[in-house]
């Protein structure tokens, strides 16, 4: 695993209830495909978009649970997360990365740009069709 150059800030979208100190570790279901088990634990540098993935899986679970933003600490090596740097956004703007070590969390962020209820529902429609079509395989 080749490390990325990126100084973070990082962050991580979640649901998840997390403490500063806790560890993100690889290994749990995927939020969009829940017959998939990680490998690694995925991060960016966007704020946004730790944002959107955690609405989007807020949206996915179905039982209102709370979407999350984390500061994140890479405790390992680190690289461009193949699935958008590799296939949608060579260079990697998206600051989008992954690791199978795991990460530490520093603090939460409560302020991101929030999806219009209309955008949410657009990424909702997106990941069901995908789980229906069982296509958009993902490198893991």
């Given at each position: 695993m080749t490390e990325a150059l990126d100084e973070g800030p990082f962050f991580h979208g979640t649901i998840a209830d997390l403490r500063v100190g806790d560890l993100l570790t690889a290994g749990?279901?995927?939020?969009?495909?829940?017959?998939?088990?990680?490998n690694?634990?995925?991060?960016?540098?966007?704020?946004?978009?730790?944002?959107?993935?955690?609405?989007?899986?807020?949206e996915l679970s179905n039982g209102g649970?709370?979407?999350?933003?984390?500061?994140?600490?890479?405790?390992?090596?680190?690289?461009?997360d193949p699935n958008v740097t590799d296939?949608?956004?060579?260079g990697n703007p998206t600051r989008s990365y992954r690791s199978s070590a795991p990460l530490k969390v520093i603090d939460e962020i409560t302020h991101w740009n929030r999806l219009t209820p209309e955008a949410l529902q657009e990424w909702k429609e997106r990941l069901t069709a995908l789980?229906?079509?069982?296509?958009?395989e993902i490198i893991n």
């Open positions: 749990y279901r995927w939020n969009y495909r829940p017959e998939v088990v990680m690694h634990i995925y991060f960016t540098a966007i704020v946004d978009g730790a944002g959107l993935a955690a609405e989007i899986a807020a649970a709370v979407p999350r933003v984390y500061v994140v600490e890479p405790t390992g090596a680190f690289e461009n296939k949608k956004f060579p789980r229906s079509a069982q296509r958009g």
